[in-house]
């Protein structure tokens, strides 16, 4: 396949996710970014870090340097150092990491390390004490400015994002950062990773917090969405489990299903009850034969 065929492809699959408020995740692990007094210090005056892989974010990228992370408890080696070198280091760890450095570390924005606690990187003989910049990174969401406008979101806005699969799990307090620089990934931690089933490639759904009253009175109408008078209508189908979420009806609705039986005694979830009204939906419960 031609290469530009094979972009056009990819272009017009990612719009049609980002219409469907689709984002791809990617789990960070723990990592060190460090300032050029930092870098001078712990691997000499000048010293240039390796590039080993590039990142998502242009720009960005993992070194081929490793360096020790150590608290009172216990260390961390052979954590990855990204690059471009930054104003201010910061160290980026998990909770479980904050464990086992013995730290209380907040929860913070890439960025935001005023008053967090301070921590020891080694490098061969080398110990530099940070005085602040150990964080467990906000979970957030990358948004190019393009991409905003599909996904209709605002810089610094909080959403919800639920991620599928065999854990499927819905992670709230999801900041959205929007920058020109940035190609549109959620960022997890590898605490967050594990607790959702993460495997590379896997998507998340955006749910706005509050649907129905989207804030600033600018945007634009959400694309329309097919009525079941545009599909065919009547097709019906049973549901057997006892909660029945948005993504039970959310396949059925994509194979114009839109009559769903389901147990006398099952909860439909808030969001499912919002896809129910959205889509107009039929849902007919059975009658309990017995208890
Ligand atoms: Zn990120």
Redesign the pocket.
């Known amino acids: 396949m031609n290469q530009l065929l094979a972009e056009t492809i990819t272009n017009t699959v990612k719009k049609v996710m980002l219409e469907e408020s689709f984002v791809e995740v990617e789990a ?1 692990g723990r990592h060190v970014h460090l300032s050029r007094e930092a870098i001078d210090f712990l691997f000499g005056e000048g010293y240039e870090l390796t590039k080993a892989k590039p990142l998502s ?1 242009p720009g960005q990228f993992a070194c081929k340097e490793r360096i020790t992370v150590a608290g009172p408890k216990g260390k961390l080696e052979n954590v990855v150092i990204l690059g471009p070198e930054r104003k201010a280091s910061q160290v980026e760890v998990s909770l479980t990491d904050a464990v086992a450095l013995g730290k209380q570390i907040p929860v913070r924005e ?1 960025g935001d390390i005023e008053g967090t606690p301070g921590i020891t990187l080694i490098h061969n003989d080398r110990q530099l004490e940070l005085d602040k910049g150990l964080i467990v ?1 906000k979970r ?1 969401i ?1 948004v190019s400015p393009e991409d905003a406008e599909i996904l209709q979101v605002e810089n610094k806005e909080l959403v919800q994002v639920k991620v599928f699969g065999e854990r499927s799990l819905t992670f709230d307090e999801v900041v959205i950062r929007i920058h020109p620089n940035y190609r549109t ?1 959620m ?1 997890i931690d590898f605490d967050e990773a594990n607790a959702c089933g993460f495997r590379k490639g896997v998507l998340g759904k955006i749910i706005k917090k509050s649907p129905g009253s989207q804030p600033g009175g600018s945007r634009k109408a959400a694309p329309l969405q097919h009525t079941p008078a545009e599909t065919e209508l009547g097709k019906m189908t049973e549901l057997n489990q006892k909660i029945i979420t948005e993504n039970d009806l959310q396949k059925l609705f994509l194979q114009q299903i839109t009559k769903v039986k389901i147990p006398a005694g099952s909860i439909i979830t808030p969001l499912a009850n919002d896809y129910v009204r959205k889509h107009k939906l039929e849902i007919l419960r059975r009658e309990e034969n017995k208890g």
């Open positions: 960070s974010q890439s990174a957030h990358h990934y960022h």
